[in-house]
């Protein structure tokens, strides 16, 4: 059976985090999902949500000092 991927854009801002997904099934289609907390709880929370279907998660996010924290977030929930 093949791997469900949904990939996860994130534009980070200071307050906010701006989440657009993408299902990997090659349609190219992209949604936005919305605005989060710029917050670990609040990545750690999306992270569960979208895990729930069961799909692999797969995240992209700007290079950059803010990046660390999100990385850390994300990767505490096995995304």
Do not use: W
Not at 12 to 22: D, F, P, R, S, Y
Request: net charge negative.
């Amino acid at each position: 059976m093949d791997e469900h991927i949904t990939y996860i854009g994130l534009d980070v801002h200071k307050e906010t985090i701006a989440v657009a997904l993408a299902e990997g099934n090659g349609r190219g289609e992209i949604y936005t999902h919305g605005q989060i907390s710029n917050t670990p709880a609040a990545l750690t929370r999306l992270s569960s949500k979208l895990s729930r279907s069961g799909s692999v998660l797969r995240f992209c996010y700007e290079a950059g000092p803010c990046g660390y924290g999100i990385e850390a977030a994300i990767s505490c929930c096995g995304a």
